[in-house]
């Protein structure tokens, strides 16, 4: 297996999950099956979530009568096992090392392809939402997704540009927003990274998907099984570590003018561990795709499922 396709914070997942043989484990994003290799060898039966039907092709040399891979959004894994049908669920988050690699996917403009950037293949692409999104929306999408600041400045002239010709090309895309922003001027990332991972986390609802994810997890885990949730960029990751503080009874200290806001539901989940984990020395020299990741990982306890959860 090549470095782009290592599995980021592999020994810090299976640490977390502590599987024993027989467990059910949940490998919510299944990419190319380097998490479930390593669950499947620590003897766990292992029902894998990948929406990209291209998925299954990593799948082939899998045990059959320990591995499932269902072509679904991991949001679903409940409707598919039920509640309290799994011991351990993990999702690594984010587009995968391999639709990146393959410029068809258009999901990086370091390769040219189809601006297309869907994870499975249903749904607008990016090319429909960059052509036909309001100037406004668009903007908004680029502001709020991908944290650019400049996010009015490029989509005014991605608007003005495509009503002569509309974009196709994720590297056309790319150099336009570079020639929006005048160029690198030394930084260290292109000029469209924010831009095309907003479009990506539009285009595949990827944040909606995470909170309705984790409130699958909840459901499906029985007590005492785990959840280990890698992220992969600051938006991910509030959102994965307001939901453990959340679950875990970690309620907001308040003002000084109001009282901390109590929950009477008891916590769903304990925290394993203060904060999140990051990768060692060793693997960011191995892996330059580790450099953001996180881990954050909590325990099921025995209180009910927060039922009002959306």
Known sequence: MSAPHLPVLLTEVVEAM????????VDGTFGAGGYTRAFLAAGAKVTAFDRDPTAARFAGDLPAERFTLVCARFS???????????????????VSSMQLDEAGRGFSFLRDGPLDMRMGDQGETAADL?????????????????EEKKSRRIAGAI??????????????????????LGGRRGAKSHPATRSFQALRIAVNDELA???????AAERVLKPGGR?????????????????LAERAGRTPAGSRHLPPVEDARAPSFTLSFNGARTSGQLE???????????????????????RDAA
């Open 18 to 25: 502590a599987i024993a043989p027989g467990d059910v484990v």
């Open 76 to 94: 679903e894994m409940d409707e598919v096992l039920g509640e309290g049908g799994a011991d351990s669920v993990a999702l690594d988050l984010g």
């Open 130 to 146: 960059v052509n036909n999104a309001e100037p406004e929306d668009l903007a908004r999408i680029l502001f709020v997704y991908g």
């Open 159 to 180: 608007a003005r540009r495509r009503v002569q010709q509309p974009f196709t090309r994720t590297a056309e895309l790319a150099d336009f927003i570079e020639g929006v």
């Open 209 to 215: 998907e995470l909170e309705a994810g984790l409130v």
């Open 227 to 243: 959840l280990a949730v890698v992220t992969f960029h600051s938006l991910e990751d509030r959102i994965v570590k307001a939901f």
């Open 284 to 306: 960011l020299d191995a892996n330059p795709r580790a450099r953001s990741a996180k881990l954050r990982a909590a325990v099921r306890t025995e209180a009910p499922v927060w």
